[in-house]
Antibody
Framework: EVQLVESGGGLVQPGGSLRLSCAAS????????MTWVRQAPGKGLEWVANIKQDGSEKYYVGSVKGRFTISRDNAKNSLYLQMNSLRVEDTAVYHC??????????WGRGTLVTVSS | QSALTQPPSASGSPGQSVTISCTGTSSDVGSYNYVSWYQQHPGKAPKLMIYEVNKRPSGVPDRFSGSKSGNTASLTVSGLQTEDEADYYCSSFEGSNISYVFGSGTKVTVL
């Protein structure tokens, strides 16, 4: 069974840092682009970043460039999102998703990040 | 990177059809056949329903169909069923920033 499980969310103060993880199973992780998508409470989906199979290409939404870093460890079947200089507006559920054919075909249930003083 | 425009809500009775529009620009929807649609029930992860404008992943009922004309894509749900009541989001590849953009979301209600 294909599964994506996020972890690492929590409460952090503005300006703080957090590292999210996504554990993949049930498929050949190293064969896929991977993505992070977030959803603020009661709001819509927002694409955050994606990363190529070998990590050689990474792309970000403008609002997180310079603050967030996406990475992966194919040996551990894991995807990461390092989030620095966090802002109140970064509060959201963060989902990892598998990329296929210019779409996101498998999603994790997400981990909640709350940025508040 | 502005969100794609969707109507906030749509509704129909069981057995009827509902169509949701998704309007973007010449930098995203208008330039690429990389539009996808997602269904999200409350508290659940999104589910891919349509990709590359009109292709259905395995397991998605053929009641769901997609199309595109110019800068606007559409999702049609035919033969509405109660389990189709959910939020629906479109998404498109956006070439100028090499990124993806989602729609604002449409809540579909089955009356």
């Amino acid at each position: 069974e294909v599964q994506l499980v996020e972890s690492g969310g929590g409460l952090v103060q503005p300006g703080g840092s957090l590292r999210l993880s996504c554990a993949a199973s049930g498929f050949t992780f190293s064969g896929y682009w991977m993505t992070w998508v977030r959803q603020a409470p009661g709001k819509g989906l927002e694409w955050v970043a994606n990363i190529k199979q070998d990590g050689s290409e990474k792309y970000y939404v403008g609002s997180v460039k310079g603050r967030f870093t996406i990475s992966r460890d194919n040996a551990k079947n894991s995807l990461y999102l390092q989030m620095n200089s966090l802002r109140v507006e970064d509060t959201a559920v963060y989902h990892c998703a598998r990329h296929i054919d210019w779409a996101f075909d498998m999603w994790g249930r997400g981990t909640l990040v709350t940025v508040s003083s | 990177q502005s969100a794609l425009t969707q109507p906030p809500s749509a509704s129909g009775s069981p057995g009827q059809s509902v169509t949701i529009s998704c309007t973007g620009t010449s930098s995203d929807v208008g330039s690429y056949n990389y539009v996808s649609w997602y269904q999200q029930h409350p508290g659940k992860a999104p589910k891919l329903m349509i990709y590359e404008v009109n292709k259905r992943p395995s397991g998605v009922p053929d009641r769901f169909s997609g199309s595109k004309s110019g800068n606007t894509a559409s999702l049609t749900v035919s033969g509405l069923q109660t389990e189709d009541e959910a939020d629906y989001y479109c998404s498109s590849f956006e070439g100028s920033n090499i990124s993806y953009v989602f729609g604002s979301g449409t809540k579909v209600t089955v009356l």
